[in-house]
């Protein structure tokens, strides 16, 4: 695994970022960071990022939409059981000053399911 790269202006106080990335996205080129392919599980294919970044919210709710449209190009269906799942992975996989920015995120994202 790649060491993440530290954006600007990072705090040594800010943790590190980690999310979720469906293989079938490309990474985007500004966002560097370390890189694991997930081994089995719910989000089979997709990869664990650990990043730094100055806008977490952006970063989880980017993740969070990404993984949800690749779940609905798998077997177009979006369940409680995934949406829980994916919630959960999030928060376990990150320190508990990112769980503001990802429950926002995941509101978010739940709102425009609501819509759709």
Do not use: W
């Amino acid at each position: 695994m790649s060491s993440p790269k530290y954006i600007q202006n990072h705090s040594m106080d800010d943790p590190p970022l980690h999310f979720y990335r469906p293989s079938s996205f490309p990474t985007r080129a500004d966002a560097s960071g370390s890189f694991d392919e997930v081994p089995s599980g719910m989000f089979l294919g997709s990869f664990a990022v650990c990043m730094y970044s100055s806008k977490p919210y952006d970063e989880f709710y980017s993740s969070m939409v990404e993984m949800v449209i690749s779940k609905l190009d798998q077997d177009l269906t979006i369940d409680l059981e995934y949406m829980e799942e994916l919630l959960l992975s999030y928060l376990k996989l990150n320190e508990k000053k990112a769980h503001k920015h990802i429950l926002k995120a995941f509101l978010d994202v739940i709102e425009v399911l609501k819509v759709e």
